[in-house]
C-alpha cells in the first residue's frame, strides 16, 4: 500500500516566500476539468517573467530539480521552466533556487495536461522528459507522458525544429515512445538505448534515478525526437 506524502512543515509560508519563481499553480477546478487545456488561457509573457528573450527550455515532471537547475547553472543563456503537478515535491526545488539565486528557471506547478492554458504556441525550444512513469498497466497508454495525444500538445508549443529529448531506464516504455514519436510526425534523430555504454557522454546531466539505474548495471535509453 503507497503512503502519501506527508505535508512539508510551515508549506503555506514557504510556499509564499517562493512566489516569485512560480508562474502557474492550478487550482484545484482547472486541476480536474478535462476541458482546461481547450478553454481556459493563462498565457506566461516569458519575456517579463524573465526578464530577457533567451530561448525557453520546459522539463516535465521535475521532482527535486536536480537536472533543470544544473541545466540551468550550465547554459546561463537559456531560461528554463520546471512543471511538477506535486505541490510538496515542488516546494524542495523552488527553494533551492531561490537560495541559490538562480535567475533562469521558473516553476509551474501544474498537470501537463495544462500546458495549453499557460505556455504560447510555437515557444518552446526543448521539453525534457526524464524518467516519466512508464505506467505499464493495461489501460494506462493515454496517460503516459508520450503518448500521442500528449506528443499533439507539445507540437503546438514547440517552435518549428524544436525537441523533445527523453531519457528512461524502461525499454518497453522507451520502444511504445519511439512508435508514438513516428505516429505523431515527428523525426527520430537519436534512438540510443545503452547511453552509458561507454561512459557518461559529455553534456549529459545524471539525474538522481538515472545514477540509481547506472550503479544497479541498468542500460538508460535516450531518444530525441524533433518537430518537423
Not at 480536474?32 to 520546459?58: T, W, Y
Not at 498497466?137 to 500528449?150: D, E, N, P
Not at 527523453?166 to 527520430?188: H, M, P
Request: glycine share 6%; net charge neutral; aromatic share 10%.
Amino acid at each position: 500500500m503507497s503512503m502519501r506524502m506527508r505535508r512539508k512543515r510551515n508549506f503555506d509560508e514557504r510556499m509564499a516566500a517562493c512566489g516569485e519563481f512560480l508562474l502557474a499553480k492550478c487550482t484545484a477546478g482547472i486541476l480536474n476539468m478535462k476541458e482546461a487545456a481547450e478553454n481556459f488561457r493563462a498565457l506566461i509573457d516569458f519575456s517579463a517573467a524573465f526578464g530577457n528573450e533567451h530561448p525557453v527550455e520546459l522539463e516535465i515532471g521535475a521532482g527535486k530539480g536536480g537536472f533543470i537547475i544544473e541545466k540551468a547553472k550550465s547554459c546561463p543563456e537559456v531560461n528554463y521552466l520546471a512543471l511538477e503537478k506535486m505541490s510538496n515535491v515542488i516546494l524542495t526545488p523552488m527553494e533551492r533556487v531561490a537560495a541559490e539565486n538562480i535567475p533562469n528557471v521558473k516553476f509551474l506547478n501544474i498537470r501537463a495536461e495544462c500546458l495549453p492554458c499557460y505556455i504560447p504556441e510555437n515557444s518552446l525550444e526543448a521539453i525534457y522528459l526524464n524518467f516519466s512513469t512508464p505506467l505499464p498497466k493495461l489501460g494506462y497508454a493515454s496517460q503516459r507522458l508520450t503518448h500521442r495525444g500528449f506528443l499533439e500538445k507539445y507540437k503546438k508549443l514547440l517552435k518549428n525544429g524544436g525537441k523533445i529529448v527523453q531519457k528512461t531506464d524502461d525499454r518497453d516504455f522507451f520502444e511504445f515512445s519511439l512508435r508514438e514519436y513516428e505516429a505523431a510526425g515527428y523525426e527520430i534523430v537519436t534512438s540510443d538505448y545503452d547511453l552509458h555504454k561507454n561512459g557518461n557522454p559529455e553534456g549529459n546531466i545524471v539525474t538522481e534515478y538515472e545514477r540509481r539505474w547506472v550503479e544497479q548495471g541498468k542500460p538508460i535509453h535516450l531518444a530525441v525526437a524533433v518537430k518537423k
